[in-house]
């Protein structure tokens, strides 16, 4: 959640506002996968001694017409010195019925409905990197997954195990040349990462994950920004149906090819490519255009099928100085067409960019 207030080019009261240390806001949010979502949030700015960037932290909660809800806490720090260096700190629980949509990427008339589920589940995340000459920063990692499901469709191949632990350590990478963290209008950025999950840590399943995201942000004549995104993602075992189904890449959601619903396709690798056009409207106020493709596979039984297809239109309106944006985006998807309905509609309201 990244909600604070509009901002304004010209100088006088809104300038004060968007100088506050910290905003408390209600929380607004639309997705496929919760329907509306009403809570609050609080989120601070502050510049820590002789740091480059500014830090942020935030905590809100939000509770949704489909009975889900939701807390999380976390921000990204940055310290300054001789050796400079950031962490980036995530938590969260949630309590949420869920659908399962089985596994692969065949498009099959099983995949209208899915299979009810409920979950509680708590993740933490904890990066620290330390910067390197050239824009370029690594770090160790730390993952801790818990979930547990009151009733879910039991399949071997599903691994919708009970009970879900999973502790993982790993190493982070990440090369960044953008203007601007919330929305860049240039610069390149690509971060990889690679996260060891074993049973000798506690975990219920050994597995290792690769995640691999670059991003490129071109500006345009006329403030037009040019955004594409490449990210892929692997969950590799010796044993891939002992994978637990939530520890599986998928397509879909607010972030990557909307449009699609996510969770609708899984397996353990996952490729995708995203474009946007990002075009200014009036003072706080753009619209962008986006299209997304990609596909999930399986590394043990390849399956080359139709790729899915998200793209459609979004607003954006400014909320702060640091280009955080109410983000509103209506998408559609090449799936829909085949199943025959006209429902093949998607809008989401949230924060922050999708990339």
Known sequence: MQCVHLW???SGTWDKLLDLPAIGVPVVTHSPETSWGFGAGL????????????????ADGCYTLNKQYYISA???????????WF?????SYRNYPDVYFGLGNTITENRKHGTSFNSQRGQARIETQIYLPANWSIGPLFNFLHETIDTAPFSAKASLSPLTIMWGLGVVTQYDTRDTIYYPTSGLFFKASVTHYDNALGSTARLTYLK????HFVPLPYTIVFAWQFTTEWALSDNISS????????????DLVRGVRRNMFCDNAMVALQTEFRFPIWRFIRLHVFAGIGDVYNTDNWNWTTPKIGYGLGLRLGINK???????????NNIYKEWNTWNSYSFYLTATEAF
Do not use: H, W
């Open 322 to 332: 640091a280009k955080v944006n109410i983000r509103f985006d209506i998408a559609r």
């Open 74 to 84: 976390g921000g990204t720090l940055y310290f300054g010195g001789k050796t400079p």
């Open 43 to 58: 989120q601070g700015y502050f510049k820590l001694p002789e740091a480059s960037r500014t830090s942020i932290v935030y």
């Open 8 to 10: 304004a080019e010209k």
């Open 243 to 254: 994978i637990p189904f939530r520890c599986l890449p998928t397509l879909g959601g607010q």
């Open 212 to 215: 691999a995201d670059l991003r």
């Open 87 to 91: 962490m980036t700190l995530n938590g």
